[in-house]
């Protein structure tokens, strides 16, 4: 990337980074250009900045999970709307621990678990946890199989669904930064999403509610897989893509 590529506002942001990281507003120049290499090299603005905003929380992000979209924040909303004072909360895949964080603050009574099968991830969404002082249940699992209780009244999950023959295709700032953990979905896309769905039916889940980020393509094809389900609902995002999926068992 070269540097006359970089917008004005990224320049200002990094210009911000380095003021923050010395201290003061004047002896910052040979911080920035360290900055400015990193993001020359595609480095995500999110990593080299340490934070981001999540709705209306700080989330510390770096190599260990996935950067927190603005989507995602879309399906917290989705859930605060449509819960009513849920008691307990599961978000698999957690990655920084964005989702179960959230809800934690907007549902304090509810207990969060928050799985994932990245322990790398599990470490971040820790430190987010202590760094928000919202306590939640972080513990490994692939998918739900190191899950006991069946009786959550909302399961969360945003899992990794790009096509692993679609990877490469991705910008460098995804592919070479995020971790391919939290993006290779299988052949399909849908082989998490689809696992994910068959657990819940295998472990006789009752009286819960599913809520799932999945990709614009994915969408119907999920919707028919949910056909025994009840209540099922597309939702779009803000810029009317189909992007989740509402369900209850
Ligand atoms: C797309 S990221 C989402 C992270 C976070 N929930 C968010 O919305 O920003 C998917 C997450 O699922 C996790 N994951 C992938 N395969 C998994 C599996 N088999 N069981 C549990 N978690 C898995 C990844 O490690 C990653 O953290």
Known sequence: MELKSLPEHELARLREKAKEIVGNQEDYGEVYSGL???RLNHEPLQYIEEYIPF???QINVDSRALIPRPETEYLVE???ERSSNPQKIIDVGTGSGCIALMLKKLFPDAAVDAIDISDEALSLANENSLVNNLEI???QSDLL??????????IVANLPYIPTSTLSSLDKEVIEFEP??????GTDGMLYINKLITQIE???FENTTLFLEVDES????IVSRLSTWSEVKLVKDLVERDRYIIAKK
């Open 36 to 38: 400015l290499t990193r």
């Open 55 to 57: 709705y209306s929380i």
């Open 78 to 80: 989705l859930i605060k």
């Open 137 to 139: 249940n972080l513990y």
């Open 145 to 154: 199989e190191n899950v006991t209780s069946t009786d959550f009244d909302v």
């Open 180 to 185: 391919l953990l939290a993006l290779d979905g």
């Open 202 to 204: 295998d472990k006789n």
């Open 218 to 221: 994915h969408a119907h094809h």
